[in-house]
C-alpha cells in the first residue's frame, strides 16, 4: 500500500512538473543574476520615477551615458560580441557615435516603394523554398529569420545575398538570440565566420563607412548593426506578431479577408508591440544630477527603464492582446515607446521595420493558415511554435495542435533547467570578463563623453 501509494506520487510529481518547474527555476534564475550582477539599477517606473515622469527622465539630456560605469554592460558587451564597443547601441556619444549613426542612416534610407518591393521579393524567395505539404508544424524566428538576413544583406552590399552570406548571418543572429535568451551558450567561432567573411567583402559595401573606425571596427559595426541587432530583432518582433495573429483566429479572418486594410494591420502590429516589448529594459548611465521635483536623481545613477512596465501602465484588460484599442486612442497619447524616446538614440529602423512587417504578414498570410497552441511569452524562448497550413487545404488538424501544447509544456521544463545552467555559466563568464571595465580602462581617450549640444 505504502509503496503504491509513493508510486502515485512519484507519478504525480512527475506529470506535474510542467505546471510548477519552468516558473520557479526561472525566479531562482533570476535571483542569481540580481546576486552576480548586484542590486545597482535605480528601476524606472518605481518608487523614486513614477509613471507620469517616465518619458520626461529617459528624454533628459542627462541620461546619456550608454556603457561607462554599470556593470550591467558587461553582460550586454558579453552577449553582443564581437565588437560591441562599436555596437551603435552601445557607443558613447562622440564623434565616433555621430559617424556610426550617420552611416545607419545612410544604409537604411529608401523610398517606401523600394523597400517594399524589397521585401516582398525576398520574403517571396524565403517562402518558396518552405514546404509544407496539407500542413507542418514551423517555429516562427526559424522561419523569418532567413527573409530579414537576406533583406539587411541586400541594404548593406546593393546586392542580392547570396546563399553562404544568408547562412552566416543566421548562423550570427540566431546564435545571439540563443545566448542571450540562454539556452545556449554563445559560440564565438560560429561569429567569427560572419566577421571574416565581412571583412573580406567591405571593399564591395556602395556605402561610406565610419571614418574613424579602424577596418576591423568597420566590420564589427556592420556586424553588429544589421547582421545581428536588425536580423535578430526583426525575427524576434515578426515571431511575435505571427504568434499573437495565429492564436487570435478573428484578428486572422479580418487580416487574410481585407489584405489591402493597412490601418487594421498597423493595429494589429501596434498591440504585438506594446504586449511583446522586444526590449525588456533598456539602461542609460546619468551623466549629471537629474532634478524631478523634490528628488535628485544622482550623477552616475544606472537607470533601468523598463519597456514592458511602461506599456502596461494606462491601458484598460492591459494584458489582452486587443488590436481595436488603436481604433479609440492615439499612440502619441499613450504610454508606447515601442522604438525608445526621439530624445534619446531612438531606434533608427522606426520607420523602416513596422512597414516591413506589414509586407511580410499579408505574404505569409497570403499562403498560411496560422495556429498555435503554443506558450506565448515576451521572452518567446520556444521561438513561436506554429501550425502553418496552405490557405486553399481549409483541413483543421486538432491533434497535432494537441500534441503541441503538451510537447510545448514539457519543453518548457528541460529548457527552463537549461536556461538556470548556460545563464549562470554565461553571467559569470562576463563578470569575469569584465569587458566594459577593461576597455575604458584602456581606451578612455577615443570615446568622448557628449557635449550636450
Ligand atoms: C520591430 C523591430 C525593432 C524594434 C521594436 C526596435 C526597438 C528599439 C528600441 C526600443 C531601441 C532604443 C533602445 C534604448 O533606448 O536603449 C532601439 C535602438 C536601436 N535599434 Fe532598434 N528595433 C527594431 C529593429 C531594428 C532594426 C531593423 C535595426 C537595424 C539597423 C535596429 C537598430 C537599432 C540601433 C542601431 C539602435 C541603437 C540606436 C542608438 O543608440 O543610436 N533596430 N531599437
Known amino acids: 500500500m505504502t509503496r503504491l501509494l509513493t508510486r502515485a506520487a512519484l507519478v504525480t510529481l512527475v506529470v506535474s512538473l510542467p505546471a510548477w518547474l519552468p516558473g520557479r527555476v526561472v525566479a531562482l534564475r533570476n535571483r542569481i543574476f540580481a546576486r552576480v550582477n548586484g542590486d545597482e539599477g535605480l528601476a524606472i517606473p518605481g518608487d523614486v520615477v513614477g509613471i507620469e515622469d517616465f518619458k520626461r527622465v529617459y528624454a533628459d539630456p542627462a541620461a546619456g551615458g550608454r556603457s561607462k560605469g554599470a556593470a550591467l554592460s558587461d553582460l550586454f558587451w558579453y552577449w553582443l560580441a564581437p565588437g560591441p564597443e562599436v555596437h551603435q547601441e552601445h557607443l558613447e556619444a562622440g564623434p565616433r557615435y555621430d559617424q556610426v549613426a550617420r552611416t545607419t542612416r545612410q544604409i537604411l534610407v529608401k523610398t517606401k516603394k523600394e523597400s517594399e518591393e524589397l521585401t516582398e521579393r525576398v520574403t517571396r524567395h524565403v517562402l518558396d523554398e518552405l514546404d509544407v505539404g496539407e500542413g507542418a508544424l514551423v517555429r516562427l524566428r526559424d522561419t523569418v529569420m532567413p527573409i530579414w538576413a537576406e533583406l539587411y544583406y541586400e541594404l548593406v552590399f546593393g546586392e542580392p545575398c547570396p546563399r553562404e552570406a544568408r547562412e552566416l548571418i543566421v548562423g550570427n543572429a540566431d546564435d545571439v538570440v540563443s545566448a542571450l535568451k540562454c539556452v545556449r551558450p554563445r559560440n564565438m567561432r560560429r561569429r567569427e565566420r560572419l566577421t571574416n567573411y565581412v571583412l573580406r567583402r567591405l571593399g564591395d559595401v556602395p556605402h561610406e563607412l565610419p571614418s574613424l573606425l579602424s577596418t576591423k571596427e568597420q566590420a564589427y559595426y556592420l556586424q553588429g548593426a544589421f547582421f545581428n541587432t536588425a536580423v535578430v530583432q526583426m525575427s524576434e518582433a515578426m515571431a511575435h506578431l505571427l504568434m499573437a495573429v495565429a492564436q487570435h483566429p478573428e484578428v486572422q479572418r479580418r487580416l487574410a479577408g481585407n489584405p489591402g486594410d493597412d490601418g487594421y494591420l498597423d493595429a494589429v502590429i501596434d498591440e504585438s508591440l506594446r504586449v511583446f516589448p522586444l526590449f ?9 544630477d537629474i532634478e524631478l521635483g523634490d528628488t535628485t536623481i544622482a550623477a552616475g545613477t544606472v537607470l533601468c527603464f523598463s519597456y514592458p512596465g511602461y506599456h502596461r501602465a494606462g491601458y484598460e484588460h492591459t494584458d489582452t492582446f486587443d488590436p481595436g484599442r488603436w481604433a479609440r486612442r492615439a499612440a502619441k497619447d499613450s504610454n508606447f515607446i515601442p522604438f525608445g524616446v526621439t530624445q534619446n538614440r531612438a531606434c533608427p529602423a522606426r520607420g523602416l521595420a513596422p512597414l516591413t512587417m506589414r509586407v511580410v504578414t499579408r505574404e505569409v498570410l497570403r499562403r498560411f493558415t ?16 506554429c501550425l502553418f497550413v496552405p490557405r486553399e487545404s481549409g483541413r483543421s488538424r486538432r491533434g497535432v495542435l494537441a500534441w503541441l501544447a503538451v510537447r510545448d509544456r514539457w519543453e518548457d521544463v528541460w529548457r527552463s533547467l537549461a536556461q538556470l ?10 563578470r569575469k570578463k569584465r569587458l566594459t571595465e577593461t576597455y575604458f580602462e584602456t581606451e578612455e581617450p577615443r570615446c568622448p563623453m557628449r557635449s550636450e549640444a
Open 280 to 288: 525588456g529594459i533598456a539602461h542609460r548611465i546619468s551623466t549629471a
Open 370 to 385: 496560422l495556429s498555435s497552441t503554443a506558450g506565448h511569452t515576451r521572452s518567446i524562448p520556444n521561438r513561436g511554435p
Open 421 to 430: 545552467v548556460f545563464g549562470t555559466y554565461m553571467v559569470l563568464d562576463a
